[in-house]
C-alpha cells in the first residue's frame, strides 16, 4: 500500500516531534508554527503560512479559511495545542481538504502528550462547487 506523499509527512512528523521534544507543551500555536515552519524550511521544504483557502458555493465565493501551513503545495497542517483533539479539529481540516485541490492533511496537537491526524480526501471524491 502506498501512502499518499509519504515523504513529505514524513519529514512532517520529524519535524513536529523535535519541536514538541524541545517546546514541550503549553505554548500557543503560533510559537509553535513558527517553530515549524524553522524545521521543515531547514528540510528543504517549501512551505506557506497562513495560506488563504477560498471557500465556494454553487461557483460564488462564500468565505475563506487561512491554513496554517501549505506543506510543498501538497499537504495542509493545521496546527492545535490543546488538551485533546475533538472532532471539530478533524471537521475544520477536512473542510480545508474539501475546498482545495489539496488531498492530503495533517492535524498536528502540541498538548500535553504529542498527537497527530492524517486525513486523506480524493479529489474525485470532493464536490464540485467551484
Known sequence: MTILHKDIT???????????NTLGY???EKVY??????????????CERQ??????????EVGEYY???LVEN???LELKACEVLMPEHQAQLLNY???????????????QKPEFKRMILENKLKPKNK
Open 33 to 46: 508554527e513558527n517553530s515549524m515552519m524553522i524545521e521543515l524550511n531547514e528540510l528543504g521544504l517549501h
Open 74 to 76: 501538497k499537504v495542509i
Open 10 to 20: 514524513d519529514k512532517v512528523l520529524r519535524s513536529f516531534y523535535n519541536v514538541y
Open 97 to 111: 481538504l474539501k475546498a482545495t485541490e489539496i488531498e492530503v492533511g495533517l492535524l498536528l496537537n502540541f498538548g
Open 26 to 28: 503549553g505554548f500557543l
Open 51 to 60: 495560506k488563504q483557502i477560498k471557500v465556494f458555493y454553487k461557483e460564488k
Open 67 to 69: 491554513a496554517d501551513i
